[in-house]
């Protein structure tokens, strides 16, 4: 079996990007007990040429990712025409990330180890799931 036929869609899911699997998959149980898709990747790298093909309800990222960042990726996402909400994560919430992450158009900045709530509120509020 190709690769290509392994791999799930990510039109409409959420897509959680973090080089940390542990962190990956607090977000895939919690958002599954929503009913709500998850497909995870490692890197930018990995996840932005299904992107052009493939529209996300919402995309979760590490902003400190190896290879390109959460903030470049938002940014090329931007240049392409491809306008996904985003949320960032980050381990140490600085001022000045708050700031390029608002002025970037992140929807939420959540700092890691973050509280389970502030995902699912906001992954809420996206999706238009009740509360």
């Known amino acids: 079996m190709h690769r290509k036929e392994m791999e ?9 990007i973090d080089r940390d699997h ?7 149980v919690l958002l599954g007990t929503l009913g709500v898709a998850v497909v995870t990747f490692t890197t930018a790298e990995e996840f932005l040429p299904r992107a052009d ?3 996300p309800a919402l995309i ?13 990726l938002k940014n ?17 919430a600085n001022p000045r990330d708050e700031r390029e ?7 939420e900045l ?7 709530r502030a ?8 999706l238009g799931i009740p509360r």
């Open 22 to 28: 542990g962190i990956q998959n607090s977000i895939s």
């Open 53 to 55: 093909y493939e529209r």
């Open 8 to 16: 799930p869609s990510i039109q409409g899911a959420v897509c959680v």
């Open 76 to 92: 090329k996402l931007d240049q392409k025409g491809i306008k996904i909400p985003t949320v960032g994560l980050t381990g140490e």
């Open 60 to 72: 979760i990222t590490e902003l400190s990712l190896p290879g390109m960042s959460g903030f470049e």
């Open 119 to 126: 995902v699912v509120e906001q992954v809420k509020t996206t």
């Open 101 to 107: 992450a608002s002025h970037a158009g992140f929807l």
């Open 110 to 116: 959540i700092e890691k180890p973050f509280v389970s």
